[in-house]
């Protein structure tokens, strides 16, 4: 059984894509410090901001708000970040979270007594997509390109955001479940009964041999959330939508 445990009540937040043209995340942090929406767990399962680089500090600018949201709330309550492909490195900037960098991904924990893993979902994606995210994870080549962007005045941070700008997150993934069930033959899941994702923005649910696969959706998209809910004979996870209106 894991030393971690989920919550009754934990909030699950999966791909906010946070940045200064996207701020609903910015909205429900304020929600939490207020009250007007409760937990004592809040699990953030990573790309809740755009662009978020530990050594590149032009893009801690540009979160400024929601990292010192974040840091007020962890002081009263626990808040779990898994690190995304849109951030990462983030342990400086966030001293009382707990951070799980993606090579300690999933992060396992116990829920009445079940075994679930939580990770962002971008792992066993081929061998390329592997030689991408250790080399844009790289704290050496982070160093040079910061050094790079600030001889050019913020050229590359200020490309970055602009090719963000124009992305388009909320797209369906044709045989989503024939992506899921090969990537699953190349990790361990052995004595877990629920794997939780974000990182494809889909929001479904498979029954697998194996165990049940839940993807998040992303609250980029939607702006829902999940929470944590006792799990007899009812769903884990209870979805609600932050604003009502549709974005």
């Known amino acids: 059984m894991s030393p971690n445990t989920l919550r009754?009540?934990?909030?699950?937040?999966?791909?906010a894509h946070c940045a200064?043209?996207?701020?609903?995340?910015?909205?429900?942090?304020?929600?939490?410090?207020?009250?007007?929406?409760?937990t004592s767990q809040l699990v953030l399962m990573g790309d809740v901001f755009d662009l978020l680089f530990g050594p590149i500090e032009a893009t801690h600018a540009l979160n400024a708000e929601g990292i010192e949201l974040l840091n007020r709330l962890s002081k009263r309550m626990e808040v779990i970040y898994l690190e995304g492909n849109h951030d990462f490195l983030l342990s400086g900037l966030f001293p009382q979270v707990t951070v799980v960098p993606r090579c300690k991904q999933p992060w396992i924990a116990s829920f009445e007594g079940k075994t679930i893993a939580l990770s962002h979902g971008d792992s066993a994606m081929g061998f390329g997509y592997e030689a991408y995210t250790a080399l844009i994870r790289n704290p050496y080549v982070l160093k040079v390109l910061?050094?790079?962007?600030?001889?050019?005045?913020?050229?590359?941070?200020?490309?970055l955001v602009r090719a963000m700008q124009r992305k388009h997150h909320c797209k369906t993934i044709e045989h989503f479940d024939v992506l899921i069930s090969k990537?699953?033959?190349?990790?361990?899941?052995?004595d877990t009964e629920m794997l939780i994702e974000g990182h494809f923005h889909q929001n479904r649910t498979f029954d697998l041999p194996e165990l049940q696969y839940v993807n998040l959706a992303?609250?980029?998209?939607?702006e829902r959330y999940f929470s944590v809910q006792s799990s007899q004979n009812q769903p884990l996870l209870h979805e609600a939508v932050f604003r009502k209106e549709p974005l």
Not at 20 to 38: A, C, H, M, N, Y
Not at 183 to 190: D, N
């Open 183 to 190: 990537r699953l033959k190349h990790q361990k899941t052995a």
């Open 146 to 159: 910061h050094m790079i962007d600030n001889a050019l005045g913020g050229w590359i941070v200020r490309k």
């Open 20 to 38: 200064p043209w996207r701020t609903p995340f910015i909205d429900f942090l304020r929600s939490l410090e207020k009250g007007e929406i409760q």
């Open 218 to 222: 992303a609250f980029a998209c939607n």
């Open 8 to 15: 009754l009540g934990a909030i699950l937040i999966a791909d």
